[in-house]
């Protein structure tokens, strides 16, 4: 009696493997399809590409010394560079836009980004670590401001600016938790209450 559900249980069973390694598989080949058809895209026009002109005078009149004039000199040195937020695109999709040929220079212009929003975070926690809770705080706002997602900046400007009751910068920091990448809004807005 219980044979008959046996073999009808296996039979549900081996058809559902079946199907799910047929979508896997079907994933797996689209991939790859994608990825060959980036690979050979011919070089293409970076007009449209949106590098990111940092605004070095945030860094005039800050207090000196010798942490705060490296991390100075190391945020003007990138910027001497091209700038450019790619966080979050492939570079499958960035060769599909822009040619394969491009994806050396555009991995710069990233890891540049990368390297400007760590070191102007570095700078403001470092700023408010020594007192400096005015300076630190525009550093991390300008830092937010070209789309840093990094946590940190968001907790130490939410302390600071509830501490000090600026109701109005609070309503500027949600804007732009609200903003960041999906894949970290809901842990920043958790830290944001």
Request: proline share 3%.
């Amino acid at each position: 009696m219980i044979l008959p559900f046996v073999l009808l249980f296996c039979v549900a069973l081996a058809f559902a493997i079946r199907t799910s390694d047929n979508k896997m598989q079907q994933r797996h080949d689209a991939f790859w399809d994608r990825e060959q058809e980036a690979n050979h895209t011919r070089k293409k026009s970076l007009s449209d590409l949106e590098l990111i002109k940092p605004d070095l005078s945030i860094l005039s009149g800050l207090p000196s010394d010798e942490h705060i004039d490296k991390l100075c000199d190391s945020i003007r040195d990138i910027c001497s560079n091209p700038v450019a937020n790619l966080n979050y695109i492939s570079n499958t999709d960035l060769k599909l836009a822009y040619g394969s040929a491009n994806l050396p220079y555009l991995s710069e212009c990233d890891a540049n980004y990368t390297h400007l929003v760590q070191k102007l975070s570095e700078l403001g926690a470092y700023l408010f670590e020594k007192g400096y809770d005015k300076e630190g705080s525009d550093i991390l706002m300008y830092n937010l401001s070209i789309e840093s997602d990094i946590t940190r900046d968001f907790e130490l400007l939410y302390t600071y600016f509830k501490d000090t009751n600026r109701t109005s910068d609070l309503e500027k920091l949600y804007l732009y938790a609200g903003s960041v990448n999906p894949m970290k809004k809901d842990i920043i807005m958790n830290k944001l209450k």
